[in-house]
């Protein structure tokens, strides 16, 4: 049987529950085949995948230890379905608002979009900064913490996903601006409240800095810090949508 690609429906465009259905099951494929091929890529680069995380190791610890007999291929396994994850997570989420998008307006589609480049450009941006300046400075402090008292060896599984964690939690904190911005939109939070109540919005920004994954200060801080400036940001990145979103109506009307 020769599988058809997903038609997307048209904003208003009628269907039958039964066309709901096929085009979720031809979506869900067109998903799990591009994590599979993904992960099989990243499967074929794995050793490359695995020495740009211990990079940031110092370089006496980037020999890393196994315990046992299948650990290896099962760690170079997990990193390469990490990193598979990661490469087709667009085509998912493309996929996942491809079948939701028929229910909103061709204006909301425009702005949901844009919010999802913005978001994708700050997950990369935290990516980034995670691996460049969060990371090496954890794991400078972890293995040289006491490091007259131990003889530190570092097990693969461990580290690993300690790095894909450390990775994943900034990129996640440098959503911010982007959850700020979306309850703005939605009107649970307004500029005037945000700027207003500026000391209680650091603290729980601090709270949620501490909360975030990381067994040492420097992770926590190094978390906590791009929260505050990212929640700053986003005051002020707010004020200018809420201003551009008042003024769209009097353009349009005239």
């Not at 020495?51 to 940031?56: R, Y």
């Not at 997570?89 to 608002?97: A, E, G, H, N, Y």
């Not at 926590?220 to 979103?245: H, Q």
């Amino acid at each position: 049987m020769r599988l058809k690609p997903p038609r997307r429906l048209s904003h208003g465009e009628e269907a039958t529950l039964g066309e709901h259905l096929e085009e979720l099951r031809g979506r869900l494929i067109v998903c799990i085949v591009a994590l599979v091929l993904t992960s099989a890529i990243a499967f074929a680069f794995h050793h490359r995948l695995v020495k740009w995380l211990i990079e940031p190791l110092p370089p006496e610890h980037r020999h890393l230890l196994t315990l046992g007999v299948a650990e290896p291929f099962t760690t170079s396994l997990k990193v390469s379905i990490v990193a598979g994850l990661a490469l087709s997570f667009p085509i998912i989420l493309w996929q996942v608002w491809s079948f939701l998008a028929p229910a909103a307006a061709e204006h909301t589609q425009r702005i949901v979009v844009a919010f999802v480049l913005f978001a994708s450009a700050l997950l990369v941006c935290g990516v980034l900064f995670g691996y460049f300046l969060a990371l090496p400075a954890a794991v400078h402090f972890l293995t040289s913490y006491d490091s007259g008292l131990y003889n530190v060896q570092i097990r693969a599984s461990n580290y690993l996903g300690f790095a894909v964690q450390v990775l994943v939690a900034v990129g996640v904190v440098f959503e911010l601006p982007i959850f700020v911005l979306a309850l703005v939109r939605i009107g649970v939070l307004t500029t005037a409240k945000l700027r207003r109540n500026r000391r209680l919005g650091y603290f729980i920004v601090l709270v949620v800095g501490v909360c975030l994954p990381g067994v040492d200060p420097v992770t926590t801080l190094m978390e906590t810090i791009p929260l505050f400036v990212l929640y700053e940001g986003s005051i002020w990145l707010s004020v200018l949508v809420d201003k551009r979103i008042r003024h769209t109506p009097a353009v349009e009307s005239s």
